[in-house]
């Protein structure tokens, strides 16, 4: 029902900042939502990275704080994920993620809480 496309992905040094985008390819109208970007690197399992709800809650992974941001534009009906200070560590598939409801903020990078998901945008950091 509503397939998200992720862009922005890319090659950098440690140091460095990417800006990631997804966007549904259908208009996304609803009042109520929760949007997510999870990773995953080779051989380890996806992990929640940032969320963002309709009502502008947010959520980061403690690996992230501080150097990662979360945001949308409504009027886009975009999501985006600003990176600095990217390390090696970071190196993973990123995905965005959807749903129609306002997930609990405990529970905002939990990924079995997400519905709708993109195809995912390859980060690489490495000097």
């Known amino acids: 029902q509503l397939p998200l496309v992720a862009s922005g992905g890319g090659s950098v040094q440690p140091g460095g900042s990417l800006k990631l985008s997804c966007a549904p390819a259908s208009e996304f109208t609803d009042d109520s939502y929760s949007w997510g970007w999870f990773r995953q690197a080779p051989g380890k399992e996806r992990e929640g990275v940032a969320a963002?709800?309709?009502?502008?809650?947010?959520r980061y992974a403690d690996s992230v704080k501080g150097r990662f941001t979360i945001s949308q534009d409504n009027a886009k009906g975009t999501l985006y994920l600003q990176m600095n200070s990217l390390q090696p560590a970071d190196t993973a598939m990123y995905y965005c993620?959807?749903?129609?409801?306002?997930?609990?903020?405990?529970?905002?990078?939990?990924?079995?809480?997400?519905?709708?998901w993109g195809q995912g945008t390859q980060v690489t950091v490495s000097s």
């Open positions: 963002i709800r309709s009502d502008g809650t947010t």
């Open positions: 993620a959807a749903d129609f409801s306002q997930i609990g903020g405990f529970w905002l990078l939990r990924e079995g809480l997400y519905n709708y």
